[in-house]
């Protein structure tokens, strides 16, 4: 069984960062491509991140490029997400998502594996 388990959410203060984990287990993701997902309260999920299977391609929504960094570590069979200069519209549940295959893409359709979410709230 596929699970994709994220960690190192929290409550931090505008301007802050935080560091995300997905560790993913069942499987390994090694040669797959890997994203990053949110969710605000009465918004649609929205695209944040995804890095390819060899973490040398990475692709960002404008809202977060330049403030957050994706990469990945196959050999620990997980992906993070560093946070940084976070804004209160920041603040979501964070979902890891998994394709079945190695090329990134931006849209949640495309991703078979989900994680639970880590709730990340930014204070102002």
């Known amino acids: 069984q596929v699970q994709l388990v994220e960690s190192g959410g929290g409550l931090v203060q505008a301007g802050g960062s935080l560091r995300l984990s997905c560790a993913a287990s069942?499987?390994?993701?090694?040669?797959?491509?890997m994203g990053w997902f949110r969710q605000a309260p009465g918004k649609e999920r929205e695209f944040v991140a995804a890095?390819?299977?060899?973490?040398?391609?990475?692709y960002y929504a404008d809202s977060v490029k330049g403030r957050f960094t994706i990469s990945r570590d196959n050999a620990k069979n997980t992906v993070y997400l560093q946070m940084s200069s976070l804004k209160p519209e920041d603040s979501a549940v964070y979902y890891c998502?998994?394709?079945?295959?190695?090329?990134?893409?931006?849209?949640?359709?495309?991703?078979?594996?989900w994680g639970q979410g880590t709730q990340v709230t930014v204070s102002s």
């Open positions: 069942g499987r390994t993701f090694s040669s797959n491509a």
């Open positions: 998502a998994g394709r079945s295959n190695k090329f990134i893409t931006p849209w949640s359709t495309d991703y078979e594996y």
């Open positions: 890095i390819s299977w060899s973490g040398g391609n990475t």
